[in-house]
């Protein structure tokens, strides 16, 4: 499986984009370059490697579901969970950039996602929005929720 392909996935949060390409990513969803794209990591391990967390915070990162943290370096990370239906997919990547498949600020339309997408990746449940991940903002000393 190629990283530098468009994805289009379940997640664990809601229908999305993959790829290792987060260029690729903004310019399919017509959003500014300069806005930065989560990444989706299959495990602590991988997340120790891109990013420090805040001894102050670990306890509480490593223990929270469906949240995305901003961490001080200014790059974004959500830790999918072993028991998540997507975590059989970013495993064998270990590290994804990961967006909703929508146009920037609108809802999700199959058509838009099926066009932009260069593999269409479908379980037994096909594809369904839930609410979106969490957003909190971690700095060395402060932590605060964006959404």
Same mark, same amino acid.
């Given at each position: 499986?190629?990283?530098?392909?468009?994805?289009?996935?379940?997640?664990?949060?809601?229908?999305?984009?993959?790829?290792?390409?987060?260029?690729?990513?903004?310019?399919?969803?017509?959003?500014?370059?300069?806005?930065?794209?989560?990444?989706?990591?299959?495990?602590?391990?991988?997340?120790?490697?891109?990013?420090?967390?805040?001894?102050?915070?670990?306890?509480?990162?490593? *223990?929270?579901?469906? +949240? !995305?943290?901003?961490?001080?370096? &200014?790059? $974004?990370?959500?830790? /999918?969970?072993?028991?998540?239906?997507?975590?059989?997919?970013?495993?064998?990547?270990?590290?994804?950039?990961?967006?909703?498949?929508?146009?920037?600020?609108?809802?999700?339309?199959?058509?838009?996602?099926?066009?932009?997408?260069?593999?269409?990746?479908?379980?037994?449940? *096909?594809?369904?929005? +839930? !609410?979106?991940?969490?957003?909190? &903002?971690? $700095?060395?000393?402060? /932590?605060?929720?964006?959404?």
């Amino acid at each position: 499986m190629d990283s530098k392909l468009v994805y289009l996935v379940q997640t664990d949060t809601t229908v999305g984009f993959s790829s290792s390409d987060d260029e690729k990513l903004s310019k399919l969803k017509e959003r500014p370059p300069t806005q930065k794209i989560l990444q989706t990591v299959d495990s602590f391990k991988t997340l120790k490697q891109n990013t420090r967390v805040p001894k102050k915070y670990r306890k509480r990162i490593r *223990n929270s579901k469906r +949240t !995305t943290y901003i961490y001080p370096n &200014k790059m $974004s990370f959500r830790v /999918i969970s072993t028991d998540s239906d997507f975590y059989d997919f970013i495993h064998k990547f270990n590290i994804l950039f990961s967006t909703s498949a929508n146009r920037t600020g609108k809802m999700y339309q199959k058509e838009f996602a099926n066009e932009r997408s260069e593999v269409i990746v479908e379980d037994k449940n *096909n594809f369904f929005e +839930t !609410t979106a991940s969490k957003i909190i &903002k971690v $700095s060395k000393n402060t /932590i605060f929720r964006i959404r």
